[in-house]
């Protein structure tokens, strides 16, 4: 029988087994000689291998304990020393730590690279225009004509704000005005630039807003009244409405008038524009109306060549209606009769050519139900039938009520 020798090579003459390079995978989680995977094995140290970063796994067949492979001669494979390799999370964690170090010495040292004042927002952001809103002519009243933006199919409402309406025409044409009708759950602002307007209600409360005057009428639980235009003739008659929502925690509130004349609102006078503060705050100067809810309105006029630029806290519902020239607001050129919706921002930026006059509301958002019924806006269905129900009674107004009467205390 023929001797068969197998030969064993001294050990100096053994080459270690190194691992083939390996080409880039397709899919990095799956076994680099199979396709399959992912896969994940202990090697006899006790140490995970597998993809990301991580040492890779031996080869199907080899002895992962000596470095014998089955069917071919003896060898012996030095022991794989742990990988010293970062990983690709830990690579990523090394980076995050650096930079919150380098932000956290930018935030305490004034001379930084990247000085961040506390107290004060990163950036400020301008409020950019959004939609634009073109006036619709329509009756209202007893048939007078008004120029509408808030409050139709092409802007329902803008939260807290409902309706917004233009009355410009000459006295005669609107003698029929607006005859008795109630209202619940809101507030209405009559703001007038030329003629004069009488409102009276139920209870024979009455005033007279003059040119320049403002009238915040907040309805509460309940009022019935009027509004007639004092002028006559061809004299002309401008002015606006706006109907302001209320919170559900006020809807109920005792009804209050403001009647303010034009030489109590405040006036600010900056390098060519004028502003009239309605409501809210102005370079520290508060408005002539107390407000139940937190609310801006401004007149501003604006020469020819100006520009203008008003804060308005950011996350607020605003607007603008110009009402006279054009010019651009929020970066986009408008002209009369046009309502300007407002993107969200700290600040509103302003300019024209040729002179323009604005109207600016912004109110912090209410930010529940809305269900309007003509002069009834309430927050469920229920609600406007019991409106209903209490002004066909002759129970809407309360007769004890002192509408003149601040109750805020």
């Known amino acids: 029988m023929p001797v068969v020798t197998v030969r064993t090579p001294p050990i100096s003459h053994v080459t270690p087994v190194v691992p083939r390079t390996l080409s880039p995978s397709p899919h990095p989680s799956r076994d680099p000689w199979?396709?399959?995977?992912?896969?994940?094995?202990?090697?006899?140290?006790?140490?995970?291998?597998?993809?990301?970063?991580?040492p890779l796994p031996h080869?199907?067949?080899?002895?992962?304990?000596?470095?014998?492979?089955?069917?071919?001669m003896h060898t012996i494979r030095k022991r794989k020393q742990p990988s010293t390799r970062i990983g690709g999370a830990g690579l990523g964690f090394l980076l995050l730590a650096t930079a919150w170090l380098l932000l956290r010495r930018c935030w305490k040292e004034p001379g930084g690279p990247l000085r961040v004042e506390r107290g004060m927002a990163a950036a400020t952001?301008?409020?950019?225009?959004?939609?634009?809103?073109?006036?619709?002519?329509?009756s209202e009243g007893a048939g007078v004509r008004v120029c509408r933006t808030l409050g139709t199919p092409a802007l329902r409402n803008l939260d807290p704000f409902l309706m917004l309406d233009e009355l410009r025409l000459p006295s005669k044409?609107?003698?029929?005005?607006?005859?008795?009708?109630?209202?619940?759950?809101?507030?209405?602002?009559?703001?007038?630039?030329?003629g004069r307007v009488r409102h009276e209600d139920s209870l024979g409360n009455k005033g007279v807003i003059g040119p320049g005057g403002v009238q915040w009428m907040t309805a509460g639980r309940g009022i019935v009244h009027s509004e007639m235009p004092e002028s006559s003739g061809d004299a002309p008659l401008w002015?606006?409405?706006?109907?302001?929502?209320?919170?559900k925690k006020e809807k109920m509130c005792k009804p209050r008038y403001q009647d303010?004349?034009?030489?109590g609102v405040p006036v600010i006078q900056q390098q060519g524009t004028q502003v009239r503060v309605l409501a809210g705050e102005v370079d520290g100067q508060q408005g002539a109306v107390k407000t139940k809810h937190p609310i801006l309105a401004l007149d501003v006029k604006m020469d020819p060549g100006s520009a203008f630029v008003q804060p308005v806290p950011r996350g607020w519902n605003a607007f603008a209606y110009v009402c006279q020239g054009k010019g651009s607001i929020g970066g986009t050129k408008v002209a009369n009769e046009c309502a300007v919706v407002l993107e969200d921002g700290d600040r509103l930026e302003c300019s024209?050519?040729?002179?323009?006059?604005?109207?600016?509301?912004?109110?912090?958002p209410i930010g529940e139900p809305i269900v309007q019924h003509g002069p009834f806006v309430m927050n469920t269905q229920e609600e406007i039938y019991q409106a209903f129900s209490d002004y066909q009674s002759n129970r809407l107004q309360d007769p004890d009520d002192d509408v003149w009467a601040d109750d805020s205390n």
């Open 352 to 364: 024209t050519e040729e002179g323009m006059r604005f109207l600016l509301f912004g109110g912090l």
């Open 239 to 247: 002015g606006f409405q706006l109907w302001v929502n209320l919170p």
């Open 173 to 194: 044409d609107a003698k029929a005005g607006f005859p008795w009708h109630p209202h619940r759950g809101q507030e209405t602002v009559t703001i007038v630039l030329d």
């Open 59 to 72: 080869r199907r067949g080899e002895d992962m304990s000596r470095g014998k492979k089955q069917g071919q």
């Open 260 to 263: 303010i004349q034009a030489e």
């Open 125 to 138: 952001m301008a409020r950019k225009a959004g939609k634009v809103v073109r006036g619709t002519h329509l």
């Open 34 to 54: 199979t396709g399959q995977g992912p896969v994940f094995v202990r090697s006899g140290m006790g140490h995970l291998h597998g993809p990301w970063g991580w």
